[in-house]
Structures are given as structure tokens and as C-alpha cells.
Nanobody
């Protein structure tokens, strides 16, 4: 059973940066695509970024493009999300997830239902 643990969240001001980390244990993350999602109060969980198992391809939500960078270190079984130029609308609980491996198209990387394992989340709050 894979366990994912996020860290690195916090309270920052608009324009600041944060780096989220996700550590996998009890199983491997290296052979699977990994993703970051977020959920703001009163809103549905939404896709933020994803990275293929080899780190050869990355995907981003429009809201994240140009500001966020997803990366991974397969040797450490870890995935990261570097968030720059943060905005108040980025305030949410951020979750990392391991893909099921069932990939039919690029849309598979952005769909929460295609991910099998989820962390508990880390809170990111951006003040204006």
C-alpha cells in the first residue's frame, strides 16, 4: 500500500514562492505518473500539474502555467511542486497523487479519477 506525504505548505504573501514536496513510502512512485491537485473551500478538487514516470513530459493547468514547475526524483521516490508568483486564488489544500497507470491519452494525466493513491494534503494560504 503506497502512502504519500505532502509537506512544504504554509502562509505566504502574494508574489512569494513555496516548494511542495511529496514523499512516497510503502511502495514505489518511480514507475508511475504523479500529479498535484488542489481543493479550495467550497470548490471541487482541480488538477494542477502532472509528470510522467520518466519525467519526460509535464502537464499543467492553465492557472499554473508559467508559475508552477513539477519535478521528480525517482531515486528518492519524491515529487515536487515549485510555486512562484503565488496569488490569493492559489489558496487551497494541495494533494499529491500517484497515477493508476491506466493511460489512454494525455487527458488521463489531468483526471483525478485516474489516480489511485492520494496524500492527506498540505495547506497553502496566500494573503493579499
Amino acid at each position: 500500500q503506497v502512502q504519500l506525504a505532502e509537506s512544504g505548505g504554509g502562509l505566504v504573501q502574494a508574489g512569494d514562492s513555496l516548494r511542495l514536496s511529496c514523499a512516497a513510502s510503502g511502495g514505489t512512485a518511480s514507475g508511475y505518473a504523479m500529479g498535484w491537485f488542489r481543493q479550495a473551500p467550497g470548490k471541487e478538487r482541480e488538477f494542477v500539474a502532472a509528470i510522467t514516470s520518466s519525467a519526460g513530459t509535464t502537464y499543467y493547468a492553465d492557472s499554473a502555467k508559467g508559475r508552477f514547475t513539477i519535478s521528480r526524483d525517482n531515486a528518492k521516490n519524491a515529487v515536487y511542486l515549485q510555486m512562484n508568483s503565488l496569488k490569493p486564488e492559489d489558496t487551497a489544500v494541495y494533494y499529491c497523487a500517484r497515477h493508476s497507470g491506466n493511460i489512454r491519452s494525455s487527458a488521463s494525466y489531468t483526471a483525478a479519477g485516474k489516480y489511485s493513491y492520494w496524500g492527506q494534503g498540505t495547506q497553502v494560504t496566500v494573503s493579499s
